[in-house]
């Protein structure tokens, strides 16, 4: 059973920073890319970054060079540091596996909300 755990979220000033935590179930983390994504209110879910299993890295235009993923592969952790964080960054953030055959696996999401 594939679990994930996010961490981190919370209520920060424009211009702070947070970082999120997604732990996974071992026997899935080193085997598929993962991927941040978040939701705002009266919106759709969008992707933020994604991480491949060689380290390679792809981000949303609104938050490149602002936001970096990273994964620990000693701890199956995978990470979202944000820095000068924005109102428009406010959103519910999820963490996702990308799994085979399209398959994809969730966590639960963590609040972040930018806010002063």
């Known amino acids: 059973q594939v679990q994930l755990v996010e961490s981190g979220g919370g209520l920060v000033q424009p211009e702070g920073s947070l970082r999120l935590s997604c732990a996974a179930s071992a026997s899935i983390f080193s085997t598929y890319a993962m991927g941040w994504y978040r939701q705002a209110p009266g919106k759709q879910r969008e992707m933020v970054a994604t991480?491949?299993?060689?380290?390679?890295?792809n981000y949303a235009d609104s938050v490149r060079g602002r936001f970096t993923i990273s994964r620990d592969n000693t701890k199956n952790t995978v990470y979202l540091q944000m820095s000068r964080l924005k109102s428009e960054d406010t959103a519910v953030y999820y963490c996702?596996?990308?799994?085979?055959?399209?398959?994809?696996?969730w966590g639960q999401g963590t609040q972040v909300t930018v806010s002063s």
């Open positions: 996702k596996v990308h799994g085979p055959y399209g398959i994809s696996w």
């Open positions: 991480i491949t299993t060689t380290n390679s890295t």
